[in-house]
């Protein structure tokens, strides 16, 4: 069964270096997403990416946040320069094109641990 | 803007015990409407979903039904079991771009 994938599972950093994170969405989807969730918090969307281009973006997702799909199967977030409330887990997701108007399942990915120090 | 009140957990239950989680939501039109589960140590799975008002999701003894009437999305199960236990987390579909708009999430624990 085709899956999302991400990579790496956990990255600690140091506050203020850029960091990437990689994923690679189910092969046949169009739109892509990057939610996050912080330690016992509720999931948070930060961005949607269709047609190579950013969709919709919440205020979370600042100028310190960026998108790029940059070889047709990877889709990567990175954060700029790192700070402590980065701190999260960063959870990849794709989904096929809407049919009929009806917005079809997101298939996430493991995540991505991510520790700011 | 779109929002998700979910019931506050923990919920404790005994195994075979009958399981509500009630979600209602605040969206614009009338958006699908999801149940995700996290199992510990997991990423985010699909539990359930329903596409349109009256529409029963079901999926591993779980259902929800879609009541427009009352914006609401409740999970149910009649027996739990301790495989069960997980964080559960309604979210409805926001906007044009299909975004998840996330409750709170619900913790299950599920004791023999």
């Known amino acids: 069964e085709p899956e999302v994938t991400q990579t790496p599972s956990h990255q600690v950093t140091q506050m203020g270096q850029e960091v990437i994170l990689r994923c690679v969405p189910i092969s046949n989807h169009l739109y892509f997403y990057w939610y996050r969730q912080i330690l016992g918090q509720k999931v948070e969307f930060l961005v949607s990416f269709y047609n190579n281009e950013i969709s919709e973006k919440s205020e979370i997702f600042d100028d310190q946040f960026s998108v790029e799909r940059p070889d047709g199967s990877n889709f990567t977030l990175k954060i700029r320069s790192t700070k402590l409330e980065d701190s999260a887990m960063y959870f990849c997701?794709?989904?096929?094109?809407?049919?009929?108007?009806?917005?079809?399942?997101?298939?996430f990915g493991p995540g991505t641990r991510l520790t700011v120090l | 803007g779109d929002s998700v009140t979910q019931m506050e957990g923990p919920v404790t239950l005994s195994e075979e015990a009958f399981l509500t989680i009630n979600c209602t939501y605040t969206a614009t039109g009338y958006p699908s409407l999801f149940w995700y589960v996290q199992y510990p140590g997991e990423g985010l799975q699909l539990l359930l979903k329903?596409?349109?008002?009256?529409d029963k999701g079901s999926n591993k003894g779980f259902e929800a039904t879609y009541r427009k009437e009352t914006t609401s999305f409740h999970l149910e199960k009649g027996s739990v079991q301790v495989s069960d236990s997980a964080v559960y987390f309604c979210?409805?579909?926001?906007?044009?771009?299909?975004?998840?708009?996330f409750g709170a999430g619900t913790r299950l624990a599920v004791h023999p």
């Open positions: 979210a409805p579909v926001s906007g044009g771009y299909n975004k998840l708009i």
């Open positions: 997701a794709s989904s096929e094109a809407l049919q009929g108007g009806v917005h079809n399942e997101q298939f």
């Open positions: 329903a596409t349109k008002a009256d």
